[in-house]
């Protein structure tokens, strides 16, 4: 496996995701408003361009061939500072995708992922909802049910405490900060069936009409109470190896809790249906078991780790990829995606740099 591998230098966005097809040996990243494909020398396939959303974190379906990644197009301060750094005065709506590309299409830098027929994108009506939704919390009537901000992290994997082999896409609501309210608490895991929604659901998405073509309800609505984070699940990723999810988040800023800038979940527990705390009114969720990490506070377990919020690939076999950012030029920013292996030291959990 190769240690370190170069993205390139891709603009004044920053990196969002990172996935791999290791089969053929590729590299998938996304940098905000454009996908890259490299291979693991670093060097450039190509590139997707004329995203005028915030592409998120992704993951690549072995099932299918195909790249997932959150995409969403929102009138707050990201999306007006995307705009922005694009130079373009537009109106967007509020919506939020799943974008699936077909990467085998993807075969020289600056393509258009509306005209070269290389992305399809399928819309997610409870995302849009929460997010547009109102709530009373602490007495108070606030704006986008449990704090949604819309989705970033994103990975495929099995079923909390699954007894079969199949693969469900699970996607995180970004949540944003709120240090004034007590239901934004959770990281909220929406997952969905994907077998056949290329044909079903997915289709071209044109950014001055965008359609509403997706599922109308998902399969499960998870809950997993870490404490609030700042701005949700950054990457969510499926570690076959220990049959986990792992989450890479931005600190939290809540002194009640660790705030630790990792969690995991246990994937082998199901679900348990249970009172969430800090809603005004009784609510029942899903909520799912964070693993024992070594690293506890107040009931709350986690990692301290200063890497993932920005991209992370399991590699399946303990190891992972990191993406470590490179801000030296912030016209043109890059990072390299750097090979770590997981350990257990003295009871807790980590990452060791494979040197």
């Known amino acids: 496996m190769q240690k370190k591998i170069f993205s390139g230098k891709w603009g004044k966005c920053h990196c969002q995701g990172v996935c791999m097809d290791t089969a053929r040996k590729y590299v998938y990243y996304s940098f905000t408003t454009k996908l890259v494909k490299t291979d693991m020398q670093g060097n450039i396939i190509g590139s997707v361009d004329n995203i005028i959303g915030h592409l998120g974190c992704m993951d690549f379906n072995d099932n299918d061939g195909k790249v997932y990644a959150s995409l969403e197009y929102k009138n707050d301060v990201i999306g007006r500072g995307i705009l922005q750094t694009l130079g373009l005065k537009v109106e967007i709506e509020d919506a939020f995708y799943v974008a699936i590309f077909d990467v085998d299409k993807i075969d020289r830098i600056n393509m258009d992922a509306e005209k070269d027929g290389i992305m399809r994108a ?143 979940v246990d994937g082998k527990t199901p679900a348990k249906e249970e009172l969430l705390l800090g809603f005004d009114t009784p609510t029942y969720g899903k909520t799912l078991t964070l693993v024992n990490t070594g690293l506890c506070q107040n009931g709350i377990y986690g990692i301290d780790f200063n890497l993932g919020s920005m991209g992370t690939y399991s590699v399946g076999d303990g190891h992972f990829y990191f993406v470590d950012p490179i801000w030296d030029d912030p016209d043109n920013l890059s990072v390299n995606t750097v090979l770590y292996k997981f350990v257990i030291k003295d009871g807790v959990m980590g990452f060791e740099l494979v040197k």
């Open 122 to 264: 399928v819309y997610l009506k409870e995302v849009v909802d929460d997010f547009k939704g109102k709530t009373v919390n602490g007495g108070k009537e606030r704006d986008h049910v449990h704090g949604c901000s819309g989705i970033d992290g994103l990975t495929i994997g099995k079923d909390f405490g699954a007894t079969d082999n199949k693969d469900y896409l699970s996607v995180c609501y970004g949540v944003y900060s709120d240090l004034d309210r007590t239901d934004n608490d959770y990281q909220v895991i929406l997952q969905y069936d994907i077998d056949g929604w290329w044909d079903k659901y997915a289709k071209p998405l044109k950014q001055d009409a965008m359609h509403l073509s997706g599922p109308k309800d998902v399969r499960n609505k998870y809950f997993v109470y870490t404490g609030n984070t700042t701005y949700g699940v950054q990457n969510l990723e499926y570690d076959a190896y220990t049959g986990n999810y792992f989450l890479m988040v931005y600190n939290g800023q809540k002194p009640q809790f660790p705030n630790y800038s990792m969690f995991v």
